[in-house]
């Protein structure tokens, strides 16, 4: 990446900046300027986030706050209630308190002399999410957004569910913020009372895995927040990003069909990332991005953005199978409106283990399986973060433990964009049961790459909001979308649906072992084939990545981002342990050392269905001058064919004393899951 400090306007930064809410709490805000936005006052930016602006974020956020508020916005970084420096307590992602506090925060940057009146938010993940959402309140001075890496779908489409299966990243995600909550501020910002205002984030943020593994299905808890619940709320325009290795790329497609307002849609082969970090590359200037779309959306400048197609998506070249790449090969390609007519359904039988022609006939067959409770070792990562080797890797070892269906070789190239859809016509022997559809990319070596995949909870193949159990038995009919995806899939190559009973460690397995029964003949799997367009090389070159300049970081130990999965032949048992650590390094600029260290393990035993074990360890530490805090949090989670089981640890030191400490142990009953 390109790192620039000289921009067409001098750049002033405001730190220690408090905005009141009508409460009286008051939330730290961090502000970059154009120089003489007083004078010439200038739209600005919000970017609205729980992830410490003093510290976690402190570097990105230099990265790309600076950049925008040199090309003349007002650029803002605010810490969420109860997290960072900002005061009060976070009790969960979203709240209406949160959103209430985000409007606020909008009426108060529009009514500061700086400011022309004109705001624009931008945000990944947590920051794309309440971006939507209060871009649904409707805001008057919000104009527009840029999400990235969000959903507006908090139930079907998110890191906690996903086809009505508990995901284990509800877990691991739930671990990272019980450790983030456990953080005190900063006292060079908040002064003296940073311990009390600490034991009161220690005291009351609580157990968030307690909660969203209480909402199984798709309750009121989740239809907050989920824009999808009424597209026409949000008016102002939204430019919707993701990539294909991200665990929100569908809802970019979902947007860009659903809502009324103004939109765009940006797709790349990246993972969790903002673009201009984009892993696997090519990565791309988003930030000049950013500022065509801010530049017609606040200022009225007319860029062109708006002229150019609808989607812009990556299409995907076959690659080896690996569990990270640094770059993916392929191509841009565009679409003026999605659903795009250039898309056509290809439908494609089941036949007898194996993929028939569209137009031929095929047999009913009863073909019945058991995935052993393993298959999904090679999953990967429900969202990849690019940190450590989180793809999937080679399909061979889940796919001998799968229902599978081949192509004969393809006498041609073939490439999809959309999503795929597997309908099946099955029974299974237990009330409770999933499956795991994933596509393949064969190759001639035999080696195999996944391309995308879908879960179902098959006790939700009616309704997320009414699961209903199954009759053993009896055969249904069901219906799953895959992943949308961008691939291409070269000649000679076999296209491979596999099926399993199981997808551990992705998502928490069945109460008990299933034998499914596939009827072959009566299912089929849709493919969305796009011809190569030959619009597609005319699609305007993307700007080489670029940012401003951070301050240095000095490290102190490197980093550790590793995945190691381990067979105890005695025992039958197989681990996964993710080793997430960022070690220890010191901003340059405040002085302030910052330790960063996760581990979470994985456990299944044999073929017992109660043996699954999700273990996480995480290490917080600051320290600077006489200040020197750390905390530690401990999450386990179990299940067996009634219930879940969570018992959490949290541990809080100052100079290495315990000043805090708190113990769960919940039960939480299965309900169809």
């Not at 990944?124 to 990235?148: D, E, R």
């Not at 070269?490 to 069945?510: C, D, E, Q």
């Amino acid at each position: 990446m390109r790192r620039v400090s000289i921009f067409p306007h001098e750049v002033r930064e405001l730190d220690g900046v408090w905005i009141p809410m009508a409460d009286g709490v008051r939330l730290a805000a961090r502000i970059w300027l154009p120089e003489g936005a007083e004078e010439h006052p200038v739209p600005a930016i919000l970017e609205y986030i729980p992830y410490r602006k003093s510290d976690h974020t402190r570097p990105r956020d230099e990265l790309n706050h600076p950049y925008f508020a040199g090309h003349g916005y007002a650029s803002v970084r605010v810490d969420i209630r109860g997290s960072g420096d900002s005061e009060g307590v976070l009790v969960d992602e979203y709240t209406p308190q949160e959103l209430d506090d985000g409007v606020a925060i909008i009426e108060w940057l529009a009514d500061q002399p700086w400011c022309d009146g004109n705001v624009g938010m931008i945000g990944i993940s947590w920051g794309g999410f309440n971006g939507l959402q209060i871009a649904a309140l409707q805001p008057p001075a919000l104009k527009a957004v840029v999400t990235v890496c969000s959903t507006d779908d908090r139930y079907a489409d998110d890191v906690h569910y996903m086809g009505g299966c508990m995901l284990v990243d509800n877990l691991s995600w739930a671990s990272v913020m019980f450790a983030g909550n456990s953080c005190p501020p900063d006292p060079a910002v908040v002064g003296d009372k940073w311990r009390d205002m600490w034991l009161e984030r220690l005291k009351g943020s609580g157990l968030w895995l307690e909660q969203w593994s209480c909402h199984q299905q798709r309750d009121d808890f989740w239809k907050h927040g989920s824009v999808c619940e009424d597209y026409s709320q949000v008016q102002c325009a939204v430019y919707a990003v993701s990539g294909w290795a991200d665990g929100y790329s569908n809802a970019v497609f979902r947007m860009l069909a659903n809502l009324d307002a103004p939109r765009k849609g940006l797709v790349g082969p990246w993972s969790h990332r903002y673009p201009h970090l984009g892993e696997a590359g090519p990565a791309i200037g988003f930030l000049q991005e950013c500022l065509r779309w801010w530049d017609y959306w606040l200022k009225g400048k007319d860029t062109g953005i708006m002229d150019e197609p609808m989607l812009r998506a990556w299409m995907m070249d076959s690659v080896p199978p690996a569990r990270r790449y640094e770059v993916r090969p392929g191509r841009w390609i565009g679409e003026l409106g999605w659903p795009a007519p250039n898309v056509i359904e290809r439908r494609l039988p089941l036949g007898e283990r194996r993929l028939a022609d569209p137009d031929e006939t095929v047999t009913e067959t009863e073909l019945t399986f058991t995935s052993p409770l393993r298959t999904g070792l090679m999953a990967g990562k429900w969202c990849s973060y690019a940190d450590g080797p989180d793809l999937s890797g080679d399909q061979r070892d889940d796919d001998a433990g799968s229902l599978v269906f081949d192509t004969e070789p393809l006498e041609e190239d073939l490439e999809i964009l959309g999503a795929p859809r597997v309908e099946l016509a099955l029974a299974v022997d237990q009330p409770v049961a999933m499956v795991a559809a994933r596509l393949g990319d064969v190759r001639p070596d035999g080696s195999i790459t996944r391309v995308t995949y879908g879960l179902l909870n098959l006790t939700h193949r009616d309704s997320h909001e009414h699961p209903q159990p199954l009759e053993p038995g009896k055969r249904y009919r069901v219906s799953l979308d895959l992943n949308e995806v961008g691939q291409a899939f070269p000649a000679g190559h076999r296209i491979r649906l596999a099926l399993s009973t199981s997808y551990w460690p992705v998502a928490w397995p069945p109460p008990e072992r299933v034998h499914m029964t596939v009827w072959s003949g009566a299912s089929t799997l849709t493919l969305p084939v796009r011809p190569p367009q030959p619009q597609d090389a005319e699609l305007p070159e993307l700007a080489k990545p670029t940012g401003s300049m951070p301050a240095p970081n000095l490290v102190l130990e490197p980093s550790r981002h590793t995945w190691h999965i381990t067979h105890d032949l005695e025992q039958d048992t197989y681990t996964l342990d993710v080793e997430d650590s960022e070690g220890i390094y010191r901003l340059e600029d405040t002085g302030t050392e910052i330790e960063k260290r996760g581990h979470e393990r994985y456990t299944a035993r044999g073929e017992d269905m109660h043996s699954p074990r999700g273990e996480t360890h995480w290490v917080l530490g600051f320290r600077r001058d006489d200040w020197n805090v750390r905390t530690f949090t401990h999450t386990i989670m179990t299940a067996d064919a009634a219930n879940f089981y969570i018992t959490a640890s949290l541990e809080a030191q100052e100079n290495g004393r315990t000043v805090y400490r708190d113990d769960w142990d919940i039960t939480v009953p299965r309900d169809n899951v």
